[in-house]
């Protein structure tokens, strides 16, 4: 069994991430990204935002309640992780995510949609943002 994936769980990084990140918008979930080490991410430090000190990968979620209820918003996230936690088990891809905070808001396909297809959607995105090569 791996390790636990480092999570986000202040407001004030959420809204870093948001407010100076790049995003990608599926069917399934909207994908927000800040490398720690861009011009963006310095600006939000010198604007009083927390940054993390380490440069590792850092994961959040977060699933409105306009999805549905809490077992609906709970399958998602546990969709969302998962993607994220097979992305980390190749070794490439994993050292790619080192420095970047990533933020995986589901949407209402997120529950339904086939994981394959929101796995490539994911690998797309990030290659997109120019995460992966």
Do not use: H, Y
Request: proline share 2%.
């Amino acid at each position: 069994m791996c390790a636990a994936i480092p999570t986000l769980k202040a407001s004030q990084d959420f809204r870093r991430i948001a407010a100076g990140g790049q995003k990608w918008v599926t069917p399934a979930f909207i994908l927000q990204v800040l490398k720690k080490n861009s011009p963006a991410a310095s600006e939000q430090d010198a604007a009083g935002f927390r940054l993390c000190a380490d440069a590792g990968f850092r994961l959040g979620l977060t699933v409105s309640r306009k999805v549905g209820n809490a077992v609906v918003r709970n399958r998602t996230k546990r969709r969302l992780r998962e993607m994220v936690r097979l992305m980390l088990q190749n070794e490439a891809e994993a050292r790619q995510l080192q420095g970047c905070d990533i933020v995986l808001i589901g949407r209402t396909a997120g529950a339904d949609r086939d994981f394959a297809a929101m796995a490539r959607d994911l690998r797309w995105a990030l290659k997109k943002l120019g995460v992966l090569s």
